[in-house]
């Protein structure tokens, strides 16, 4: 499939991005050998390989998630420079 400056401008304008003629001819460019390279793929006999996920064994690599105490709200508190009503008071940012 062949991609015209049409289809790469008609892109530009959905992604709301102007073009210069370079990066016009540059992206249509780019765009054909992506789909150059997805043809070219599509060729490939993949019948005799078995669908996958992850080529490796995945395993969960994290903790398990286990209750366990936490800061009551007083230590929570204790070292923030202001405090009130249990909450931490912070200089406000935006107008």
Do not use: F
């Not at 793929?41 to 690599?61: C, K, R």
Request: proline share 5%; hydrophobic share 40%; glycine share 4%.
């Amino acid at each position: 499939m062949k991609i015209t400056d049409a289809d790469v401008l008609h892109a530009a304008a959905l992604a709301r991005i102007s073009l210069d003629e370079d990066e016009l001819r540059k992206l249509s460019g780019e765009l054909d050998a992506v789909l150059d390279y997805m043809d070219l793929l599509s060729e490939v006999d993949t019948s005799g390989v078995s669908p996958t996920h992850h080529p490796l064994p995945a395993i969960n690599a994290m903790r398990d998630d286990v209750a366990r105490q936490s800061l009551d709200l007083e230590d929570a508190v204790r070292n923030a420079p202001r405090h009130k009503d249990g909450c931490v008071v912070v200089p406000k940012v935006i107008e």
